[in-house]
């Protein structure tokens, strides 16, 4: 091992003296790095290796390529690269290809390479580690779909993206993501080329030497994609998702209306596509004529009865709970804009509403009954009856939505004199709090009650309120950060008392919330805490965080000690 290690040294010797010789570095911070490289070679060349020794290993290099870059931007030297930063990331990539050799499942250690590739602009070794990731790890359409990104924005090689779509498919045939951005490839490959032939025409120069397809410019390959997906994966909704990628795209046009065709012939028991082409309507262009205010409010009012003729028409051959949930949904939300329309004035729409409520709960659809109450409230929102019903609504499944609806409600009354809603629930009595009943509002109403605190009576109060509540659960960590948020407005917040609120946040979501430990971190490296605390933080965090926590942690931290977060 000493004899490995001491070829590793050697090896950076030659670097090291560029750096003293350009003046990047001084002879005492060469010495101060070989000596840390030593520990770090001894360190990694051990019998058995820990994955923390090279993660530390990576990051103390790739801070020497931050330090250096920040050098050559001070003293204005741009030279001898390939003696200097290159043999640095050749050694970063070296440990990095050991790293996934030897714990080929950590997705994390792969894509930390990727991004170290993509900052350094090494495109050859780019690719090569994308297709490693690819043939360990074939089984993750979202790998796939990064991979091509890269090769397509990274390396500008169109033909390589779409050779690794195609790889896709082949282990992923029915997947939507993957289908969808290959769609949307091809149709960015084609606009690439039609704006480098306008280029060259606007230059004058003769386009009759490159080899620009008018079927590939006019987004045929993307058609084919299309074709192919529409075959292996069926519904609507993905249809349509397709035909709106495509509408991002001026020289579309031919291939929405194909699409579009395809979705109305093939589609016609799917509500999806009835709820497209009635909003549809409301797309449809306005008389030219038609400057005026009053013009405009009357064009659109026809607009939406076109609408309401499509959702009627709909529900003629389509007469089901989804068909009428995208009918309720657009009245809603149509209402909240105070059209005009007689069929959406607020009683017919109030009591259409509370009839189809009804519906989707004697039918056991419960998710859509959620939807539609949380958008009746949104649509009311200064009708109590309207609060009322769907609090009890969702009270009644049981929804985790509760609290946050409870928190909008509160958002429309005045909280000094509000009192909240008596809600008749089964098991409990007529006049049981509402806030006290369903565990959801009782957190939030900490987070609401601190929040009211400090606007009506200032700091003091939010403090005085935070304490007499921090020991009665349950939270939420919207409470902890409320009052850390409160903390920080201060003119001179006390590091004391944040790290007091962080750890209470930590003693309930430490297990599983690895943000709450960056945070904490970065509060310490902030103008009010203490860097040499952050070690500690770290080792306590990588202890107590369970699961796949720990793996995005790491890379999170890893990311802020490079200067990347």
């Given at each position: ?11 950076r ?24 490289s ?46 200097i ?44 580690v ?18 091509a ?11 390589s993206?779409?050779?690794?779509f195609?790889?896709?498919l ?69 249809i ?61 009012d ?32 149509r209402?909240?804009r ?15 509403l509370k ?84 565990p959801?509002v ?18 003091k ?35 004391s ?33 203490n ?11 990588v ?17 802020l ?5």
């Open positions: 091992m000493a004899d490995i290690v001491q070829q590793r040294l050697e090896d010797i030659p670097a090291l003296e560029q750096l003293e010789r350009v003046g990047l570095f001084t002879n005492k911070e060469v010495k101060s790095m070989l000596k840390r030593t520990a770090l070679e001894y360190k990694l060349h051990r019998t058995v290796q820990s994955k923390d020794d090279v993660i530390t290993y990576i990051q103390y290099e790739i801070n020497v390529l931050e330090l250096i870059k920040k050098r050559r931007a001070r003293i204005g030297y741009h030279f001898k690269r390939e003696e930063e290159y043999p640095i990331i050749h050694r970063i990539n070296h440990v990095f290809r050991r790293a996934t050799t030897k714990w080929q499942e950590d997705v994390q250690l792969w894509l930390s390479q990727v991004a170290f590739n993509k900052k350094w602009g090494t495109k050859t070794q780019l690719s090569k994308l297709s490693s990731m690819l043939a360990i790890h074939p089984d993750k359409p979202a790998l796939w779909i990064m991979a990104k890269c090769e397509m924005e990274d390396r500008n090689s169109s033909e993206a779409r050779h690794l195609l790889r896709a082949r282990f992923h045939p029915e997947n939507k993501k993957v289908y969808q951005e290959y769609f949307r490839m091809e149709l960015m490959h084609a606009e690439k080329l039609r704006k480098q032939q306008q280029e060259l025409e606007q230059a004058k120069i003769d386009v009759g030497e490159y080899n620009f397809s008018p079927e590939i410019l006019s987004g045929k390959l993307a058609e084919v994609v299309y074709r192919d997906a529409a075959q292996k994966i069926k519904g609507a909704e993905f349509l998702s397709l035909l709106q990628i495509a509408a991002i795209f001026d020289f579309t046009k031919e291939l929405q209306d194909t699409i579009l065709q395809e979705l109305q012939s093939q589609y016609v028991d799917d509500c999806m596509m009835w709820d497209f082409m009635a909003k549809r309507e409301l797309d449809a262009a306005g008389a030219p004529e038609l400057q005026s205010a009053k013009g405009r409010a009357s064009d659109t026809r607009r939406e009865e076109r609408c309401c003729v499509v959702y009627e028409e709909a529900l003629k051959s389509l007469n089901t709970e989804a068909m009428w949930t995208c009918y309720v949904t657009f009245c809603l939300e209402y909240k105070k059209t005009n329309v007689n069929e959406l004035k607020e009683k017919a729409t109030f009591y259409l009839k189809q409520l009804q519906v989707l709960l004697s039918s056991g659809d419960t998710v859509s009954a959620t939807q539609i109450a949380i958008t009746a409230t949104q649509c009311f929102s200064q009708s109590f009856e309207m609060w009322s019903f769907s609090l009890q609504t969702l009270v009644q499944l049981e929804s985790t939505e509760a609290g946050h609806l409870f928190q909008e409600a509160l958002k429309h009354v005045n909280p000094k004199v509000a009192v909240v809603p008596q809600l008749p629930l089964s098991g409990t009595s007529s006049n049981s709090r509402f806030a006290l009943i369903i959801a009782s957190s939030a109403m900490k987070e609401k009650y601190l929040e009211w605190s400090y606007k009506t009576g200032g700091y109060r939010a403090r005085k309120t935070f304490t007499s509540l921090h020991e009665h659960r349950p939270f939420t960590k919207a409470f902890f950060m409320k009052m850390i948020e409160i903390e920080k407005e201060q003119e001179t917040p006390k590091m008392n944040l790290r007091d609120y962080y750890e209470r946040a930590l003693r309930e979501f430490g297990c599983l919330d690895e943000d709450l430990w960056m945070d904490y971190i970065k509060e310490e490296l902030g103008r009010h805490g860097p040499e605390n952050c070690g500690k933080l770290h080792w306590r965090a202890k107590t965080l369970e699961g796949e926590s720990v793996e995005r942690f790491t890379t999170q931290y890893t990311l000690q490079t200067g990347h977060v």
